[in-house]
């Protein structure tokens, strides 16, 4: 299993360092020591530690379909001329960019600061895993 150091643990999850401590001091989460004596975490253990603290918005749309991605956030920014439009969402830590029409823009009544739901069905996505984790 991969063993992820404290710091990167609190980035992946977005929280302090303190905070991972604190859960290892609870028992939330089993820490070891890599070869270099830095104190680590499982890699599965963290990941089911993240999905069991995930908090996910209420989507507003009431909307129903085949698409799972759903990501509820806020209009950032609207960059539109007469036929179409750059929105920008940001969806917890996320930042989600859509081309859409300016009529759609229009018809959704967005504007800066508004909730909105990014619906994302795609029959390709990558996953790339970072430089030196294998």
Known sequence: MPQIRIKDAALYLGVSDDTVRRWIDAGTLTSSQDGSGRTVVD?????????????????????????????VGLVTDIVADRV???????????????????????????????VAVAVVKATNVMVEAPAGSR
């Open 84 to 114: 179409m439009a750059q929105v920008e969402l940001q969806c917890g830590p996320h930042r989600v960019v859509s081309l859409i029409s300016s009529e759609a823009v229009r018809e959704l009544g967005l504007e800066l600061g508004s």
């Open 43 to 71: 890699g599965l253990e963290l990941a089911q530690l993240a999905k069991q603290n995930a908090v996910l918005p209420p989507d507003p749309s009431g909307s129903t379909g085949s698409a799972r991605n759903r990501f």
